[in-house]
């Protein structure tokens, strides 16, 4: 039997949860921290032009359930 993790009612997703646990390890937390901190902004402009770009249809898929979020 496997167990429904929920949160206001509704079933959370297994991207979400693993999501989560990453957001809430303190090692990754802290990379994410020094590695915003140190970006510049021609380095973001690439940076958010690879997130997008490289994989347009993940860009686009999550833009698609935006609203619905």
Request: glycine fraction near 4%.
């Given at each position: 039997?496997?167990?429904?993790?929920?949160?206001?009612?509704?079933?959370?997703?297994?991207?979400?949860r693993?999501?989560?646990?990453?957001?809430?390890?303190?090692?990754?937390?802290?990379?994410?921290k020094?590695?915003?901190?140190?970006?510049d902004?021609e380095?973001?402009?690439?940076?958010?032009?690879?997130?997008?770009?490289?994989?347009?249809?993940?860009?686009?898929?999550?833009?698609?359930?935006?609203?619905?979020?």
């Amino acid at each position: 039997m496997t167990e429904q993790i929920t949160r206001e009612g509704r079933e959370v997703g297994l991207a979400a949860r693993v999501l989560r646990e990453l957001v809430r390890t303190p090692a990754f937390r802290e990379l994410v921290k020094l590695n915003l901190a140190e970006t510049d902004p021609e380095r973001a402009r690439e940076l958010v032009r690879t997130l997008l770009w490289e994989d347009p249809n993940l860009s686009l898929s999550a833009a698609g359930v935006t609203p619905d979020a």
